[in-house]
């Protein structure tokens, strides 16, 4: 975090006009003079003035921007500071006028609108802080410097403590280059564990296949031809079989069949215990993720793409197995294997076995060297794909718009761009995997043509080895290619999973904004009041929605919400019920503060009809009943005929258990809606919430639905948002949003007799656009 203090050189300044260090009570840094260059300064304020410091940047000043560094650098302290004064008491309306990556402070000075100092966004969130707390100060409150240390700690957060580099996802914190892998291999290798007996039999045919491949070249080379077809009578005789060269030969046949039968038979069993794991651990992994997504708050599933978070669950979850299934137990056998392999050879000719090893320094160096770029390219490859993924998402999602407006061709020029960088990650990993076969390649050849040569030479020319020795050497240095070829393969393998493990524990180990407390209350007869107290709220911090909202629902009342678009109505019944949490003041139904209150209870007696419905593929009955899955047929058909819904789901193929397609691709905009207020009238919440609830229907259907929902709002608290001001006749009280605050309020009538009201204007606005429908 960018420390919001004054430095050494503009306190020494200030003390000249009586200004000490502990008279200021905030500062935010600004870097932008009005003519567009960068500077050094600060604005900041005492009880008595608001004060802006400035100086020219020095020739070999380095302007740092977001996510290059997160130190700033030395100040030169031999120039001076221009320092003007303005009266405090002189200064109102102190706000923000945004640019292209610019923002200008600007205030009412003497009744005249002034400019106060400029600076680029990098300081733009410090700056809101500063004017929050000049609010604070000219309302004659404290400052109350606790109120945002949340959006302090954040801007601090959002730097690798270890590299100073900025994180790629701020709400996960996790820093690529920074990641203890290790620590994900651990973490992941507990999903295996948990089949222990499975991993055992695993284990034991890893091993038997292990000692089948070291016992085959012995027993086909150094036993077959040293021993039994040279007729070794001392050798025999260690086994009974002296003179017995048939039997002996019989003896060894069988075994190198038996070898061959144990080994297909442990391929086997392995096959289908590796199955059995892979398939539960893929379960696991994707369940853990999909509890984990649950429970996370709406504010990142607006921020994420839908394609890239498919892409995590199902492609990743699979990637993380294969290198737990077909990699680790393989190294574990393929590494036991060629040790055990270079020690037989060694016992056979050390020689010959120091010729075959030779190389494996320089495999083992050219390993680690090439290692790191797989880990990065497979990051690369992965984002390329999430935005094929997202890309290609969006296209079948919006296919109705994109055929509505003929772009087809258009969104195929789109897709080439985010295919072809697929295209080129794939291939960069082609190109790095292709060194190590290369590289691996080589050492086995030349490891098999030094092995034929010097055994030839040996055997020609020497009495230091024999025929099957050469043959049991060439044996196992043949062996060798499959482990060899294994471990070429390894390190892409490693790569890929542990960065795929790595994006799934980031969804796991997110923390959802809205949390439940640890001793929640439970509302278990609720009246159904609403009290919202001092409410600010914005999607982000620079752009607050609401605006100190102060607002009472008694219990049983029906309020209804009028305002332009995008004034905030929405996001005030959002809060309420707390899929997002407000920054500043509470919300409290009952007289409990929502956030005390336990998640479970508070959703099921808070339901909204929001303006965008969805649908789930299923059944109707399934839909109505979503939020009671305990209804009986009875309870659904009831709910659908206040709803107005029971006529067209009657004329449906199957009625009640027709399959509707996903969102509903099967419905009108009106039928969907009405499926979504039987939801929420079978829901039987005590606190109702209809956002434009009745947008997507007729007239016809409109009054039919007011008439029920008369009925439904009968002892229950209704908040009713409507563009269409008519249908809020009957509500018992109606406010007025206008850029986040409540500028109206009273009754239908009362606020139509306002000529001079927002509520009069767009209630003749409608009714003139009306009766030009009706013209």
Known sequence: MKENKLNEKALMQLDGFGIREEDVLSVCPIDLSFDGEYILGYVFFTKKVIG????????????????????????????DFSIVLLDIDKVSNLRLETSIGSVTLLSDYEGKSKKIAALTNLYLEQMNLFIRHFENIKNGNDIDFGLNVKEEEDEEELYCPICK??????????????????????????????????????????????????????????????????????????????GEYTLALLVVTLMLIGCRLISEISNMVQMAVMAKISTATVRDIKTDVFNSMSKLSLNFFTS?????????????SLTVTMLFIDCIPSIIVQGLTIIVTFVVMYRLNWKMALITCILLPLLVFMTIKLRPGLWSLSGKRHRAEKSVSSRANDNLVGARVVKSFGQEDAEIERFIKPNENLKDAEINIVKLRNRFTILYNMVQEISSIWVW?????????????????????????????????????????????????????EIIDSI??????????????????????????????????????????????????????????STLVNLISRLYDVEKGSIKIDGVDVKKLALKDLRKN???????????????????????????ME???????????????????DGYDTIIGASGKSLSGGEKQRISIARAILANPKILILDEATASVDTQTEKA?????????????????????????????????????????????????NEDGIFYKLSELQNKSLANVEL
């Open 52 to 79: 802006i410091c400035e100086k020219k940047t020095p020739d070999e000043y380095v302007h740092y921007f977001r996510g290059t560094k997160n130190q700033k650098t030395s100040e030169d302290e031999d120039g």
């Open 165 to 242: 580099t900025m994180y790629p996802d701020p709400a996960k914190k996790v820093c690529p280059k920074c990641t203890n892998k290790r620590t994900i291999f651990g973490r992941v290798l507990k999903y295996f564990f948990k089949y222990k007996i499975s991993i055992f039999i695993l284990a034991l045919t890893y091993i038997t296949s292990a000692v089948i491949s070291i016992a085959w070249p012995y027993l086909n080379g150094k036993v077959l031809f040293d021993h039994v077809l040279k007729k070794d009578n001392k050798f025999l005789a260690k086994y009974g079989l002296k």
């Open 304 to 316: 994420k793409q839908t394609g890239g978070l498919m892409t995590r669950v199902s492609s990743d």
């Open 453 to 505: 040569m010097l055994g030839v030479f040996f055997v020609l020319k020497t009495n230091e080895i024999e025929l099957g020795v050469l043959i049991t050497f060439v044996g196992y240095v043949g062996q060798l290619n499959g482990p060899m070829n294994f471990f070429s393969r390894v390190f892409r393998m490693w790569s890929e999973s542990i960065n795929a493990a790595q994006r799934l524990f």
């Open 512 to 569: 959802p904004d809205i949390r439940e407390g640890a001793n929640a209350i439970s509302l278990d007869n609720p009246r159904g009041e609403i009290e919202l107290s001092d409410v600010t709220f914005g999607y982000s911090v620079t752009k607050p929605v609401l605006k100190n909202i102060n607002l009472k629902v008694k219990e049983g009342e029906m309020l209804g919400i009028v305002g332009r678009s995008g004034a905030g109505k």
């Open 606 to 632: 808070v339901a909204m009809v929001s303006q965008d419905t969805y649908i789930f593929m299923g059944s109707v009955a399934k839909n109505i009943a979503y939020g009671n899955e305990d209804a009986s």
């Open 635 to 653: 309870d659904i058909i009831r709910a659908a005929k206040l709803a107005s819904a029971h006529d067209f789901i009657s004329k449906m193929p």
């Open 705 to 753: 639905i007011q008439n029920s929902l008369k009925i439904l709002t009968k002892g229950r608290t209704t908040l009713s948002i409507a563009h269409r001001l008519s249908t809020l006749r009957d509500a018992d009280r109606l406010i007025v949003i206008d850029d986040g605050c409540i500028v109206e309020e009273g009754t239908h009538d009362e606020l139509y007799s």
